[in-house]
């Protein structure tokens, strides 16, 4: 059993910047692969980034440029570091990782964008 904890979000205005966390607890972490995951409102549940185990990261074009995904082995801690932040990101970011194709999420942290 793998458990993920998120926190970082938040209300922020366009152009802030946010970084949330995602803690993991209970399985191997150094051989797991993330994804953070959003949902915005009326919206299906989208990949944003993604991180394997030995450091490559993908991310969704929507966010190229402006969020980096990153990983703390020695705190089993996944990162979403977020800039330039705009209305449309507005979302539940969620934490992911699907070891051995079990899909194990974490409880969600809302982050809105708005002026």
């Known amino acids: 059993q793998v458990q993920l904890v998120e926190s970082g979000g938040g209300l922020v205005r366009p152009g802030d910047s946010l970084r949330l966390s995602c803690a993991a607890s209970g399985g191997t972490f150094t051989t797991l692969t993330f994804g953070w995951f959003r949902q915005g409102p009326g919206k299906e549940r989208e990949l944003v980034a993604s991180?394997?185990?030995?450091?490559?990261?993908n991310y969704a074009d929507s966010v190229k440029g402006r969020f980096t995904i990153s990983r703390d082995n020695a705190k089993n801690t996944v990162y979403l570091q977020m800039n330039s932040l705009k209305p449309e990101d507005t979302a539940v970011y969620y934490c992911?990782?699907?070891?051995?194709?079990?899909?194990?999420w974490g409880q969600g942290t809302q982050v809105t964008v708005s002026s």
């Open positions: 991180i394997i185990s030995s450091g490559p990261t």
């Open positions: 992911n990782t699907n070891p051995a194709k079990k899909n194990y």
